[in-house]
């Protein structure tokens, strides 16, 4: 495959650097996103031939010159992996409306305003590959997540649009949709609501337990994760949405077969307001 340069956002943890890693290994050049000077070292630990640049994604006047820099020291970009992001976890009654705006700011706005950066540069060359990492959450729910999965449908559907507009020019766009993976998403990276409400209790405890319980050991690999990303990025004809993981399927699948049913169930409702 022939050498491509990618920039990678969140790159010291997780996905990214199981991402950065593969794609350097595979000989491709990688510029990665990292928010501090502890988190820079960590990728230059991790992988030295990493070019760091620091850059928090909310921080939305600054990422045009960012991109704009680092295409200037490094050459073309050629495929963007979205991935800065992070977990919020909390019953939607109990959880502030600013930890729902933080949520969307990183994994929205943050988001968008880095593809924006490059949608230009991409469209002129005629050429560019964007992966943008939602997650099994941004196409199925579960009690307990409603920021997270919030932002993370909302990505899923800009991203839709994105691939719409793009595709005239030869710019690819794909959601990478995980399911469960041993990262860190889960542990010191998630932002917790206190609980408050007893009610609550039955229904949110087990869950928020039995995540804890798996986290670290969870059936996802992020190095096969990395493995997949670098054959998507090869396709000429990727899929606007790319599931990985055994539970993602699972899940995602009866989703699907949910809805056919209550489609089915309220047809001759839903027909019954044609004029």
């Not at 800009?158 to 399911?179: D, N």
């Not at 190095?223 to 998507?232: H, P, S, Y």
Request: aromatic content about 6%; proline content about 5%; some cysteine.
């Amino acid at each position: 495959m022939p050498n491509k340069t990618f920039f990678v956002t969140g790159a010291n943890s997780g996905f990214g650097l199981a991402i950065a890693a593969a794609a350097v290994q595979a000989g491709h050049k990688v510029i990665g996103t990292v928010r501090s000077e502890a988190s820079r070292s960590a990728l230059a630990k991790a992988v030295p031939e990493a070019q760091a640049v620091l850059c928090d994604v909310t921080e939305f006047d600054r990422i045009s010159d960012v991109v704009r820099q680092a295409e200037e020291d490094h050459g073309p970009v050629d495929v963007l992996i979205n991935n800065a992001g992070y977990g919020h976890e909390g019953i939607l009654e109990e959880s502030p409306i600013e930890e729902m705006r933080r949520q969307f700011d990183v994994n929205v706005f943050g988001a968008v305003a880095v593809a924006k950066a490059f949608l230009p540069r991409f469209r002129e060359r005629r050429n560019g590959f964007i992966v943008n990492v939602t997650s099994m959450g941004g196409m199925i729910t579960m009690p307990g997540i409603a920021y997270y999965c919030g932002s993370k449908f909302a990505l899923q559907g800009i991203s839709e649009v994105m691939r719409s507009e793009m595709a005239p020019f030869g710019v690819h766009v794909t959601t990478l949709c995980p399911g469960s993976f041993r990262t860190d998403w889960a542990g010191r990276s998630m932002v917790r609501t206190e609980r408050s409400i007893a009610d609550y209790d039955a229904l949110f405890d087990p869950i928020r337990e039995a995540r804890q319980a798996v986290s670290g050991r969870q059936l996802g690999d992020p190095d096969k994760l990395a493995a997949a990303v670098l054959t998507l990025v090869e396709s000429d004809n990727p899929p606007p949405q790319l599931l990985l993981g055994s539970d993602a399927l699972k899940h995602v699948s009866a989703r699907i077969e949910r809805l056919q049913q209550e489609l089915e169930s309220w047809k001759s409702l839903t027909l019954s307001t044609d004029g």
